[in-house]
């Protein structure tokens, strides 16, 4: 399956070979929650925070880009575009794609200099530049925007003080926080939040962006990164490119082979993640994105034992966060999850 051929990306939340979310004008499948986000900015009274909600790779990023756009260029008015696009071309589209905008923060998890890997938690340190950020004057008395990509990645430190910020929010200044799961944050974050909720993306959207991202894909191909995409254009381009499509096919291996696992090919996977970046919380998305497919399957068509399969999945995703947290050994991650799988298999369970 061929894909652009560009240089590889540095940044982590870079798709690599595809362009990151604040170069993308285009958003599809979210007329929803845009309509929603146009109506508040073009009334001049838009919310000092939004809380974009919605599972990975549907489109919050892009959503938030696509706000901070309008509002740094046209202000909270209606003098733009309905649909609060820019052409790629436009003097803020060019300074937001170039990372060079003085107005637009974009806060999210650090490079370690010391090991030069993703950090495990968005650090107090980094929330805290909020405050010199928003007490800066802006040009020609204009709006400055921050984008928290992802808040569930605050550790509570951060959270705090992200809370204190929307205790007193500044005026002619906006947050956006993205969030994959809301339900961890703080009750007093989302509560001062207005909350923009993103949906899955339906099929023919996802073939409608790989046509255009994949042009020398197949049917077959397209329709394969379709299904195993999970409404997620971002899993289904990642899936494109270098080991995703592999990691999902594992992902689905572990589930079909639960009743049996077998121990060395588990170690030999847990070494893989490790030269893998962010290899482990790859393959965790794919595991319970298979895991979400299953029990959608069985709801609709009225199968029984739902809840020992929505257990399982709560504790897989309590040891994928776990480990992610504490930087922990995959192999000793996916040894646990494999053990908890088989363990409702036997059982009958699944």
Excluded at 53 to 64: D, E, Q, R, S, V
């Amino acid at each position: 399956m061929a894909k652009r051929s560009v240089p590889e990306a540095s940044e982590s939340d870079r798709i690599a070979g595809f362009s990151h979310p604040r170069e993308t004008i285009e958003l599809l499948g979210q007329d929803t929650a845009l309509n929603r986000a146009a109506l508040a900015l073009r009334s001049a009274r838009p919310p000092s925070a939004w809380l974009i909600t919605g599972p990975p790779g549907i489109g919050k990023a892009t959503l938030a880009y696509r706000i901070a756009r309008y509002l740094l260029s046209y202000d909270a008015t209606a003098a733009g575009p309905q649909d609060l696009g820019l052409s790629p071309e436009h003097p803020t589209a060019r300074q937001v794609a170039a990372q060079s905008h003085p107005g637009l923060l974009v806060l999210k998890r650090a490079i370690n200099p010391k090991t030069g890997r993703l950090m495990n938690v968005l650090s107090v340190d980094e929330i805290r530049r909020l405050a010199g950020f928003f007490g800066l004057t802006s040009g020609a008395g204009g709006w400055r925007v921050a984008i928290v990509d992802t808040a569930d990645d605050m550790n509570d430190n951060a959270a705090n003080a992200l809370l204190k910020m929307l205790e007193e929010p500044p005026s002619k200044a906006m947050l956006l926080l993205l969030s994959n799961t809301p339900g961890r944050l703080l009750p007093t974050i989302r509560s001062r939040c207005q909350r923009l909720d993103m949906r899955v993306l339906d099929d023919l959207t996802i073939d409608r962006i790989l046509r255009c991202h994949l042009p020398e894909a197949t049917a077959d191909e397209r329709a394969s990164l379709v299904r195993l995409s999970g409404g997620s254009i971002g899993a289904a381009l990642t899936l494109a490119t270098g080991e995703g499509a592999n990691l999902a096919q594992q992902a689905d291996r572990l589930i079909e082979q639960a009743r049996d696992p077998d121990p060395i090919a588990l170690l030999a996977l847990g070494d893989k993640l490790v030269r893998i970046q962010d290899g482990l919380e790859l393959f965790g998305g794919f595991l319970m994105e298979s895991l979400a497919a299953r029990i959608r399957a069985r709801a609709s068509s009225g199968a029984a034992g739902l809840e020992h399969w929505l257990a399982l999945v709560g504790r897989i995703e309590q040891n994928f966060a776990r480990a992610s947290r504490l930087n922990l050994e995959p192999r000793q991650t996916v040894l646990t999850v494999a053990r908890d799988l088989a363990h409702v298999a036997r059982s009958g369970q699944l």
